[in-house]
């Protein structure tokens, strides 16, 4: 059996036959073969790449096939239930200010030409999707050439996708953090100097 989804987010369908994302494995739909995975994959609509551009065809082999019935008419066992219940805690995470003050503070060394690198290798890619795009127009492909070519978009067009992502994240930072300021503010704790008041044979 096989089945749609990423590390934390599975594909299921509603009672309108419309494709939607859940984190809840027992509601996935599955699929008696890889070949109607993949087709039900290619059909995914856009908004759900919003949510991640990492669906891909996954195998499900862990459990007899009794109990992938089970999954499949969404009557999963209990101990599936606890385990997505512990999942979906949300728990407040710990910040390590002074490492995140750290990180921070190296935006100022790499302001200089990080647009300019990002944007080539943005170019670089959006040129290989154009021969990719030539390639299956100029081609008459079987049917495993033309699941080889669409995986080979999907991967360039995901690859393209993170470094957009990464252009907007950076050009947030820096509209938004004072770089200068952070990395002044990250010397000053790393290279601090103290003047004894009284006890100056301590620090002699």
Known sequence: MYYIGTDKTFIRVDKNGQAIATMNFSDAKFFANKQKAGQFLVSLPRKLYNISTKWEVKEFQDLSEDKQTEYQENKPPQTQVKETAINNTVSVPEIDYLNLLDSVS?????????MTGLNTKLSDISQKIVDLEHYIEFSKLNACEAYRAYKMLRDTLQDRRKIKDTIAAAQ???KNCNVEKLSDCNDH?????YNPR?????FE
Request: proline share 0%; aromatic share 4%.
């Open 106 to 114: 190296i935006l100022k060394d790499a302001k200089k030409g990080c």
């Open 172 to 174: 947030s930072l820096y």
């Open 189 to 193: 704790l790393h290279n601090r100097t």
């Open 198 to 202: 009284k006890l100056t044979s301590l």
